[in-house]
């Protein structure tokens, strides 16, 4: 999936193929890294939370085996001194040049240290971790289970994703495990500006990461995060009423469930002059594959738009990019 959590690269152009010794090319991430700033800078890669979806559901349709490890140490590792070179996807180079290899596939996904690894081929897989003990000092913890805050739950009919243990943790941090699920509004005119914005900024944060597996409250969570560095009292009271909603849902998450044949559905919606600040639009998407939830989004975009019709058509726009 091209910009979706991965690092690119580009080729080499013409027929060179991998030949070390036919091209001269750098190597670096597209839009990411900057000529005399940071060409050579190495950084950590991380995956983003879409290919983690999408690959699970592969792994749901095709019934295939999922495990996964952790680097020691990883940020200990020296530098490379090799010259590293990337080898093309399948289907990068003409019909009649494509080399496949009986057809096994393996696919990683890496975040810093944790790694996920599935495919085709439980043998290959195993050969694969023993390769890689022989590199680094890993740690395998067998089939998947839990993943960067997250727990993956083998059900009847697929894979559950959710972060309950997140959500308790994040209630008994602010103190609110014991709290009311609905408190009435207090009607006030005195609304002033936070003092300490770093502990709203905090709070922020660990919200849109619980976003991962909790789109229903992705859009409140959007609008809260526009005002990080210019928090109202209001906003805090609204980030604590996502709280109390977040204890009376506890076991929402998303279910990854296997229905046959892949069929990918996308849903886009425009709010012309949503902000009444700045009368820009938002817009917002999901995408579907089959009946699994994979992909959504809320964003306030940076220019103003003339008509409604034209937010629809970039809204339609966006959601096909993605």
Wanted: neutral net charge; aromatic residues 12%.
């Amino acid at each position: 999936m091209p910009g979706e959590g991965v690092t690119t690269a580009d080729f080499p152009s013409g027929n060179s193929g991998n030949d070390a010794q036919s091209s001269d090319d750098t190597f670096v991430a597209q839009n990411e890294q900057k000529e005399g700033v940071d060409y050579e800078e190495t950084f950590s890669p991380m995956v983003k939370m879409v290919p983690v979806r999408c690959l699970l559901y592969l792994v749901v349709l095709n019934y295939w085996f999922v495990f996964q490890l952790d680097v020691n140490n990883v940020f200990l590792y020296g530098d490379l001194v090799e010259t590293v070179y990337i080898k093309p996807p399948e289907g990068y180079f003409p019909d009649g040049d494509n080399k496949t290899d009986k057809g096994v596939f393996i696919a990683l996904l890496v975040y810093v240290d944790d790694i996920i690894n599935t495919g085709n081929s439980l043998s290959e897989i195993e050969k694969f971790n023993v390769f890689l003990k022989t590199k680094f000092m890993i740690k395998d913890f067998g089939n998947l289970k839990y993943f960067l805050r997250i727990k993956v739950i083998d059900t009847s009919q697929g894979i559950s994703l959710d972060q309950r243990k997140y959500v308790l943790d994040l209630l008994s941090e602010y103190g609110m495990l014991a709290c009311k699920l609905f408190v009435s509004n207090e009607a006030s005119g005195d609304d002033p500006l936070l003092y300490n914005i770093t502990d709203y900024q905090k709070l922020m944060g660990k919200l849109i990461y619980l976003t991962n597996t909790r789109p229903d409250i992705y859009y409140v969570v959007h609008y809260l995060s526009q005002f990080m560095h210019s928090p109202l009292k209001s906003h805090l009271k609204t980030a604590f009423k996502v709280l109390r909603y977040l204890k009376g849902s506890l076991g929402l998450g998303i279910h990854i469930t296997k229905c046959p044949g892949i069929v990918l559905k996308a849903y886009s919606d425009a709010d012309w002059t949503k902000c009444v600040v700045t009368r820009k639009y938002v817009t917002c998407y999901c995408v579907f594959v089959n009946n699994t939830l994979i992909s959504w989004k809320s964003k306030k975009h940076n220019t103003l738009s003339k008509s409604s019709t034209k937010a629809e058509y970039r809204a339609l726009a966006l959601v096909t990019k993605k």
